[in-house]
């Protein structure tokens, strides 16, 4: 929300531009001179960190029968999945987040691996994010794991634990030979890492894997192909050339990738010729949405209401997306570096889908709208704070109320 405002022969007001892009308009009475004082009444609470006030979940009151957050629950997720189960295991060893922050408390991790062992390979990965399972095919057994990059750096450095660990993923599923490492980043950008001591997985290391890089760009590149969306649908629409314009804007391209990148860890998962590995840099924007998409191809819970709950619940609250860096609540600075439409592009990948598969969907698009109102609404705790440690500081649970609370209220406006 800005406080530009618009004169005109026939109009004074406020104008208000929105983060999600819409455009509003105040139209006032002159005479009274009321424009400043209702710009800093909305300055004041739609920036409500900035003027040391609580965002609004904290103070909503609104009732609902449903407990929206226990909607998802991680054991029983897993269990539906049909674990632990003999070479997977449930471990607790993040249960006071001392691991790695930004995970959730529980993880799946291979049963023959300890926890000192966990331990070990947390040093070597990025954030501490360490190799953990997303999914597990019901059949074949080959599974989809998560992580950030190893910690390689410029000297090429190794680690013995980390390279053993994903010989034991791999291991998991006797059938498969190699294990398939999807770096959601272009080359040039994992090798640049470098210099920051990041990198990625080499065939010298990592005998048993096989790398592929998925080409899809950094959170500054799809912020400013979502602004150049922006600018060419607003203030007015130039008809004769809104093709050309929309290319300019890449971001039909970038949708392209993300989902390429998500149809070739499904398959590959599909096939059951191969265990698969997603990482990007941190593992928290790319990866999140990579997981998240090749799990909706492949299992069809995901795709009905309840499921999609879950699965943006897992993939994306809990494994530590940063929700309140990429989206700015309550923050006045909307040129904040951090500032990136990740999640708002995995649901248009999404969108995408639903649109190309209609019948394979239990939601229609205003249950995406829906979520996406309240990704910058504030009205439910759902997506506020960047990680479950955060959440459960905050006593989240507690204090506000959930995102699915509104949603299984409206089940009859969301279903074909």
Excluded at 242 to 270: F, M, N, P, R, Y
């Amino acid at each position: 929300m800005g406080g530009a405002t618009s004169r005109g022969e026939n109009s004074y007001g406020l104008g208000i531009t929105c983060k999600d892009m819409r455009n509003l308009r105040f139209a006032l009475k002159q005479e009274g001179h009321s424009r400043r004082d209702m710009f800093e009444i909305l300055t004041r609470y739609a920036f409500p960190l900035a003027h040391s006030l609580p965002l609004f979940a904290f103070l909503n009151e609104e009732k609902f029968n449903v407990d929206g957050w226990t909607v998802y629950n991680p054991v029983e997720e897993y269990r539906r999945q049909g674990l632990p189960n003999h070479h997977w295991r449930i471990t607790f060893i993040n249960k006071c987040y001392e691991l790695c922050d930004t995970y959730p408390a529980l993880l799946v991790v291979p049963y023959r691996a300890s926890d000192d062992d966990l331990r070990r390979v947390a040093t070597f990965r990025s954030r501490n994010r360490i190799p953990v399972l997303s999914w597990i095919h019901p059949e074949n057994k080959t599974v989809i794991v998560r992580c950030s990059q190893p910690l390689v750096g410029m000297s090429g450095k190794r680690n013995k634990d980390d390279e053993k660990y994903l010989d034991v993923i791999r291991e998991t599923n006797k059938q498969i030979s190699k294990l398939t490492i999807y770096d959601a980043r272009p080359s040039v950008n994992a090798v640049a890492n470098k210099a920051t001591g990041g990198g990625y997985e080499s065939d010298d290391a990592y005998h048993n894997a096989e790398l592929f890089f998925l080409d899809i760009h950094n959170i500054h590149v799809m912020r400013e192909s979502l602004k150049k969306v922006k600018d060419i649908v607003y203030p007015n629409v130039e008809e004769s050339h809104w093709l050309s314009s929309l290319e300019s804007t890449h971001w039909l391209e970038h949708i392209k990738l993300v989902l390429t990148g998500a149809i070739q860890v499904a398959d590959k998962v599909s096939s059951g010729k191969s265990s698969v590995l997603v990482h990007c840099s941190d593992g928290w924007d790319r990866t999140a949405q990579l997981t998240s998409l090749a799990m909706l191809m492949l299992d069809s819970f995901y795709r009905s209401i309840e499921g999609f709950e879950i699965l943006v619940q897992k993939e994306w609250i809990s494994f530590g997306h940063k929700f309140a860096s990429r989206i700015g609540h309550g923050d006045k600075n909307h040129t904040d570096a951090d500032r990136s439409p990740i999640f708002l592009q995995f649901i248009d990948c999404v969108w995408q889908m639903s649109k190309q598969f209609p019948t394979a969907f239990e939601f229609n698009e205003q249950f995406l709208i829906i979520i996406l109102d309240h990704l910058y609404s504030c009205r439910f705790g759902t997506f506020l704070f960047n990680c479950e440690s955060a959440r459960e500081r905050q006593a989240l649970h507690f204090l506000s109320l959930s995102l699915c609370r509104r949603l299984q209220k409206g089940l009859f406006l969301y279903g074909h």
